[in-house]
């Protein structure tokens, strides 16, 4: 009888469910979308009911399509979103779940730093909007009600997938060093920073290790999934930590980029990076170690604007058409620089007020050349990350991932700029769920530890490489010099 682990990837778009083997392979890819509330006042939010229907519409599938059999699953373990606040409570149990990109919390967040100006000695991290501790603090003050019936605060829809598996309260060290409330170098809570501001610590869950036995299913959900009693779950990892296991990330200095609609720079690391503006630190699940995340405002929201400001309207594929047109124009767009912060952007530097730009229009200038400089000047961001913030040390190979790793053109940009070989595994869509399936790898003893998973799976997989060209490398490293001078030159127009 084969065995399976399954596991469940909780984002912001959809419930993602695959059943994993002993060779890691991955069958029984399932998705269901979610919806997300958009409020008059900024309410970013989503409905933790629809979560769990998703997993057990997931469930139902490996059941009745697949023919898995319940004793088949021999473990149970979790991914998703964090930054989360979610309110598990029986008066409130429809209660919706505020997300990580609900950022109504400005005022709570710079109280915070007020009162604790030192806070990111502890954590590791400032406190954002974002964070989970100001929207306990703005709860506090405006849903005093649901606070006092909260039987416990989660902070990852993958706790309530777990709660609503096992009736238990965890969450994982990833997930935690979001919140503004865990020690970084101890793993541990810090009670004293919910003390100061009036919080119930009761109301904090348990933490445990991504591979940690949390609990097994209880009879309620062996009757709505169709899971064993017996079924061990794990508590798994918030997605940033099986980001980084998935792309085989686990060893002091290894790096990869992510290429999304926005972007970000991350790195492993044994010591937290010194305070570096906009960088935040997390938890891995490897103990001991950390992942530095450079964050970029500007990346495919960028490429998006370039596609449909300089591709021809006479096609049915633009993005295929803004290829051509940037390969039509030299290594260097014949001189134009293009800086990219059409959104603004927090890292290296944060300003909110910054602009795009476009330098060095001639006569001659072509609407290639503007189409190809967007994206030198994107991929030269992600340089200025791994200059001023990632040891790559003797690493070579950068891996990529995100939907932009789909652009070929993209990819070979980036390895010219950066003189390194760009690998692009062959599908970053599950790759988080394979991430944290080597949580269940070790806790069977299918592996001995997360590095052997690591080489043993994910250095050998699937992926497509993109080799640095040295003669339009040189060239790169001559030109980026006037990128770097673009932002400080035009910073006092911005002010």
């Known amino acids: 009888m084969k065995e399976y682990i399954a596991v469940f990837d909780i984002g912001t778009t959809a419930v993602k469910g695959v059943l994993i083997d002993g060779q890691a392979a991955i069958i029984g890819e399932y998705r269901v979308r979610v919806n997300t509330y958009y409020g008059k006042n900024g309410e970013v939010e989503q409905c933790p009911a629809d979560w769990w229907e998703g997993m057990k519409e997931i469930t139902q599938k490996w059941w009745s399509v697949l023919n898995i059999e319940a004793k088949q699953v021999v473990a149970i373990t979790f991914t998703g979103q964090m930054e989360d606040i979610i309110s598990i409570s029986p008066t409130y149990p429809n209660q919706k779940a505020i997300l990580y990109s609900d950022n109504r919390f400005e005022q709570e967040a710079a109280y915070i730093m007020k009162r604790l100006p030192n806070i990111q000695a502890e954590t590791g991290n400032i406190i954002r909007s974002s964070t989970p501790l100001a929207k306990l603090l703005w709860m506090k003050e405006n849903r005093e009600e649901l606070m006092e019936n909260t039987q416990c605060f989660v902070f990852s829809s993958k706790d309530y997938g777990i709660y609503k598996l096992t009736n238990k309260f965890v969450t994982d060290p990833t997930t935690a060093a979001t919140t503004g409330m865990m020690n970084l170098h101890t793993r541990a809570w810090i009670p004293v920073i919910m003390e100061i501001f009036g919080l119930d610590t009761n109301k ?8 940690e036995i949390v609990g097994y299913v209880s009879a ?4 709505e999934t169709g899971f064993l009693q017996t079924t061990p779950v794990l508590c798994g990892s918030g997605d940033a930590g099986a980001t980084a296991m998935g792309v085989a990330a686990v060893h002091q200095g290894d790096t990869y980029f992510y290429l999304g609609t926005t972007g970000w720079a991350a790195m492993v690391q044994e010591i937290i990076s010194p305070n570096i503006q906009g960088m935040f630190h997390l938890a891995h699940i490897v103990p001991h170690l950390t992942i530095s995340i450079a964050p970029l405002l500007n990346a495919g929201n960028v490429h998006g604007w370039a596609v449909e400001t300089f591709a021809s309207e006479d096609t ?14 030299p290594v260097g767009s014949n001189g ?16 909110s007020d910054a602009k795009g730009a476009f330098w060095g229009i001639g006569p001659k200038t072509s609407k290639s050349d503007m189409a190809r400089a967007v994206m030198e000047g994107i991929c030269f961001s992600y340089k200025q990350l791994t200059d001023l913030i990632i040891d790559l040390g003797d690493n070579d190979v950068l891996t990529l991932i995100g939907g932009g790793s789909k652009s070929a053109v993209w990819c070979q940009i980036l390895a010219d700029i950066l003189g390194l070989q760009v690998r692009v595994p062959a599908d970053s869509e599950y790759m988080p769920a394979l991430g944290i399936s080597a949580s269940a790898f070790v806790q069977l003893g299918w592996v001995d530890h997360y590095y052997a998973f690591s080489e043993r799976f994910l250095r050998t997989a699937e992926s497509k490489m993109y080799e640095p060209n040295r003669l339009n490398h040189e060239v790169y490293e001559e030109i980026y010099e006037t990128y770097l001078k673009m932002y400080p030159s035009l910073k006092g127009m911005y002010e």
């Not at 904090?204 to 591979?211: D, H, K, T, V």
């Not at 309620?220 to 009757?223: C, D, G, K, P």
């Not at 293009?338 to 603004?344: E, S």
């Open 316 to 329: 049915d594929d633009k993005n295929s058409a803004f290829e051509e047109l940037v390969k039509e124009a």
């Open 220 to 223: 309620s959900a062996m009757e």
């Open 204 to 211: 904090l869950p348990n933490l445990c290790g991504s591979e």
């Open 336 to 351: 134009l620089f293009f800086l990219p912060y059409i959104h603004g952007e927090r890292c290296p530097m944060q300003n």
